[in-house]
């Protein structure tokens, strides 16, 4: 797994003291009022983890996914699926989590529909930002790192369902992505 990483862009410790940073915005936002991280299933799972246990205030947790469909390394179409009920969301301040924010299609589809089903105020939270891909304008309100125009894995982050557990955000080798088998309709499971 390691062999296919080209280069290390933040290791361990650099992750954590980003995280550190963005958990003391946070917690100055939120303080003395009820809020709701929700972590955008799959590939925010281990920095929602790292960014909660960070955050000494009240919260609560609460779990969407958003997969993306698309070919190799490149977005499609987006399915979201909410378990938060209603209950859950209205009238609510929700967190929204995610691991990257890309073309910006997933956290502005995400945010809209939190707003639709009647949440009070919806914030958004990134750990990577790459803002040279922007598709749709959008801007997240916290981030911890921004990163160049690099396909990127680990911490949380895949290629075709994998590198998710690696403890380091790397850049893939660009032969592992541009391998025939990885081509075709392969999920990249956001
Ligand atoms: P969007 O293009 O901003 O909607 O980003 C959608 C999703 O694409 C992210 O949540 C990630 O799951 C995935 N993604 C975008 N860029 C990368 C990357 O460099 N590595 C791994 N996943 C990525
Ligand atoms: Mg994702």
């Given at each position: 797994m390691n062999d296919d990483i080209e280069r290390i862009l933040f290791n361990e410790e650099q992750i954590l003291d980003g995280i550190d940073r963005v958990a003391r915005e946070v917690?100055?936002?939120?303080?003395?009022?009820?809020?709701?991280?929700?972590?955008?299933?799959?590939?925010s799972c281990v920095f929602a983890s790292d960014l909660i246990r960070r955050i000494p205030i009240p919260l609560e947790l609460a779990f969407v996914s958003a997969s993306s469909y698309g070919d190799g390394t490149e977005s499609g179409r987006l399915e979201l699926n909410?378990?938060?009920?209603?209950?859950?969301?209205?009238?609510?301040?929700?967190?929204?989590?995610d691991d990257i924010l890309d073309t910006g299609k997933t956290m502005a589809s995400l945010a809209e529909a939190f707003r639709a089903r009647g949440a009070e105020e919806v914030r958004t939270c990134v750990f990577l930002d790459k803002p040279g891909r922007r598709a749709v304008a959008f801007d997240a309100d916290y981030r911890v790192f921004q990163v160049e125009n690099l396909f990127v894995v680990g911490y949380g982050l895949d290629y075709a369902?994998?590198?998710r557990n690696l403890p380091f955000v790397g850049a893939l080798r660009p032969e592992v992505y541009s391998r025939p088998a990885a081509a075709s309709g392969e999920t990249l499971g956001a």
């Open positions: 917690t100055a936002h939120y303080r003395g009022s009820k809020f709701t991280v929700v972590s955008v299933l799959k590939g909410f378990f938060p009920t209603d209950h859950e969301i209205r009238g609510r301040r929700l967190l929204l989590v369902g994998e590198y």
